[in-house]
Nanobody, 122 residues
Framework: QLQLVESGGGLVQPGGSLRLSCAASGSTLARRAIGWFRQAPGKEREGVSCISSLGGTSYVDSVKGRFTISRDNARETVYLQMNSLKPEDTAVYFC????????????????WGQGTQVTVSS
């Protein structure tokens, strides 16, 4: 059974960068799309970015040009490089998997990780 573990969160100043990792165990990522989601206090969980099993990528408008998603199937890991971070990026970031292609529907994703906190503050 696929298990996902996020890491790489932390406290960063506005304009700074972080790289989040989503590491898989128990099953291969190779046939799966991986989505990154975030949830800020008092807000609904939202999709941030997704990478399909074939490497196609998508981003929510608010992070386009600042975030980059990538995958390393050999390491069973998906990354989210976050640059030019803003206070509004503060949230718990989660990764989740589904077979093959990305989806805009959160409930299409299973195997959620536990999340990693990203705080952008001066």
């Amino acid at each position: 059974q696929l298990q996902l573990v996020e890491s790489g969160g932390g406290l960063v100043q506005p304009g700074g960068s972080l790289r989040l990792s989503c590491a898989a165990s128990g099953s291969t990522l190779a046939r799966r799309a991986i989505g990154w989601f975030r949830q800020a206090p008092g807000k609904e969980r939202e999709g941030v970015s997704c990478i399909s099993s074939l490497g196609g990528t998508s981003y929510v408008d608010s992070v386009k040009g600042r975030f980059t998603i990538s995958r390393d199937n050999a390491r069973e890991t998906v990354y989210l490089q976050m640059n030019s971070l803003k206070p509004e990026d503060t949230a718990v970031y989660f990764c989740a998997a589904r077979f093959w292609g990305c989806s805009n529907t959160l409930t299409d994703f299973g195997s959620w990780g536990q999340g990693t906190q990203v705080t952008v503050s001066s």
